[in-house]
């Protein structure tokens, strides 16, 4: 299936797991989102990938050798954990979990509303 973008979002989410994450830092697909004061229950995980490169100055803190493994595998506080998910209603959204700490006592990702797709019609 093929989509296109409809909306850009680009806005933090709160999100509901029916059993709590094992890992805190790779925690999967949710199973609910609020956005804008609704909750929209995510029926299906459309797809699933992962960017763990490093950014800016964390890009250049690391030996290659060591930066290409954690690439592959992602390290602590890098990366980003994207989903493609349909909801209830049928609206089809990209989000992710940014696993940059907030700050020193925050030290959890925080969840982001990327954008919001349609199935792209055939020609």
Not at 102 to 112: K, L, N, P
Request: hydrophobic share 40%; glycine share 8%; aromatic share 12%.
């Amino acid at each position: 299936m093929e989509y296109e973008p409809i909306a850009f979002i680009g806005e933090e989410i709160a999100v509901e797991f029916v059993a709590s994450p094992a890992l805190a830092k790779k925690p999967g697909c949710p199973d609910a989102m609020l956005w804008r004061e609704t909750r929209h229950a995510i029926v299906a995980r459309l797809a699933e990938w992962h960017d763990y490169r490093r950014r800016g100055r964390m890009a250049r803190n690391m030996r290659a050798e060591h930066a290409a493994r954690a690439a592959q595998r992602g390290s602590w506080g890098v990366g980003r954990d994207f989903y493609r998910v349909r909801t209830r209603e049928g609206r089809i959204f990209e989000i992710y979990y940014d696993r940059a700490p907030r700050d020193a006592y925050r030290r959890g990702g925080s969840w982001h509303l990327f954008r919001e797709l349609r199935e792209r019609m055939e020609q």
